[in-house]
């Protein structure tokens, strides 16, 4: 020690001040390097425990959970459907996660007096009254069976005036102060023919009940010829029209 002061002594003002920053210099890389590792564990940690799982999105899917392309609506006769004799379709809702709330939502163009209802579905078999057998479009195919359970659930139009119930003959709420034009679908003065402009139908809040995917049936009754508010339909005139239909689901965030 004796021997570096001695040194440190003999030399002059500007070599003993370069000898003084060499040391500073020296202390502050040896005081940071524990520092800087402390940090970079601390952060590390951090990262660890505040990463957050994205949520998946919902999928609307076939009956098995397959994919949408194998939820067919096309044979449908209308000779054969009534209100006491429908048909029903299988689909299933992809949540992703057993503590979901979401909402699905259904549109559909009137230019058939069709119904439509919706009931939460299970597996059943096929001696369940209404069961709706399925086919799987795997190598091996089998037939599934599904069984509405509950009372069907309560589709609460969006557009459409309340103080009318029936989709024929209604007045929908989305048309402008010319009660001719619906702005709120085609964003333009528009006056498409009433029976082609979208009804909008939603029930919320529907909780997963099989984690990860529920199952639902869509029920389609026909309420014939006599339509109330619906004179242009004759099932002799009109047995080539066509109605369009979406389903969606989204996640409840009420």
């Given at each position: 020690?004796?021997?570096i ?7 002059n ?14 202390i502050?890389f040896l005081v ?10 601390s ?21 098995n959970a397959?994919?949408?392309?194998y939820?067919?609506l ?11 004799s ?6 299933c ?9 979401y909402?699905i939502?259904?549109?559909h163009t ?11 579905a ?7 009254a209404g069961?709706?057998?399925?086919t ?5 195919p089998q037939?599934?069976?599904?069984k ?9 139009p969006?557009n ?9 003959g ?12 619906y ?8 006056s ?5 402009v ?6 919320t ?5 099989d984690?990860?995917h529920?199952?639902y049936?869509?029920e389609?009754?026909?309420?014939g010829?006599d ?5 242009q ?8 029209e066509?109605?369009?239909i ?9």
């Open positions: 020690m004796n021997r002061k001695e040194i440190f002594q003999n030399l003002k500007m070599q003993k001040i370069q000898a003084i920053l060499a040391s500073i210099v020296s502050l940071e390097i524990p520092i800087y590792a402390w940090f970079a564990l952060s590390n940690k951090a990262e660890t425990m505040t990463k957050i799982q994205e949520p998946k999105n919902l999928d609307i899917r076939a009956g397959e994919s949408i392309e939820f067919d096309n044979d449908i006769n209308i000779e054969e459907i009534t209100a006491d429908p048909k029903r379709y299988v689909f809702v992809v949540t992703g996660s057993n503590k979901t709330l909402d939502q259904i549109a009137t230019n058939i007096p069709f119904t439509y209802s919706l009931y939460r299970v597996v059943g078999t096929a001696d369940d069961a709706v057998a399925y799987t479009h795997d190598d091996n037939t599934i069976y599904y509405s359970v509950g009372e069907k659930l309560k589709l609460n969006l459409a005036d309340d103080a009318n119930t029936s989709n024929y209604r007045t929908l709420g989305i048309k402008d102060i010319d009660d001719k034009c702005k709120l679908v085609y964003g333009t003065d528009d498409p023919e009433l029976y082609a979208p009804k909008y139908e939603q029930v809040e529907l909780e997963t009940l984690p990860y529920d199952f049936i869509l389609l009754g026909f309420e010829e339509v109330d508010g619906f004179s339909w004759n099932i002799n005139k009109n047995n080539k066509t109605d369009i979406y389903i969606t689901a989204s996640r409840t965030t009420r």
